[in-house]
């Protein structure tokens, strides 16, 4: 039992990563190279789908490491999970206070409504969104290493 909770909780994290890598450094530079505003429409559509996806992909991410912190507390990489839930944590954190309130603006923007400063939000967005990267990645590398 303690293999499958592993494997799932491993496969989870290494999909969200998946998913948080490719917004990065594949869809961002995609939306950024559109012609005009096209592209912040495309990040508010994104927004709009993946903010209503990822609160719980975290959340769930959390909670299975942390079953697996629990109920592997005995056996070897332990303390690696319970870092790397402590890593995700820090992320759900992040979110909350730096990337979430950038996001919710951006995905009521229009042509006529959008601020003058949309694009510094947007760019401030993704520098945010560069750290969490980095530190889902540190997770995903510490569930995997807990995983030998």
């Known amino acids: 039992m303690l293999n499958a909770l592993e494997v799932v909780t491993t496969v989870v994290v290494g999909l969200m990563v998946g998913v948080e890598f490719s917004v990065a450094f594949i869809m961002n530079r995609i939306l950024d190279a559109l012609p005009e505003d096209s592209g912040q429409l495309g990040h508010a559509h994104g927004g709009r789908m993946l903010g ?15 079953i697996w912190a629990v109920a592997g507390w005995h056996h070897h990489g332990a303390g690696l999970v319970v ?21 919710n603006r951006n995905k009521t923007w229009t042509s006529e409504n959008r601020p ?29 290493a807990a995983l030998a």
């Open 116 to 144: 003058a400063d949309w694009k510094e939000q947007l760019h401030r967005w993704n520098r945010y969104h560069y750290i969490r990267v980095a530190v889902i990645v540190a997770a995903f590398t510490l569930l995997v």
């Open 83 to 103: 870092t790397a839930a402590g890593l995700l944590i820090l992320s759900v954190v992040m979110s909350i206070l730096l990337l979430v309130p950038i996001n």
């Open 52 to 66: 209503a996806l990822m609160p719980f992909w975290y959340i769930g991410s959390i909670v299975l490491s942390a």
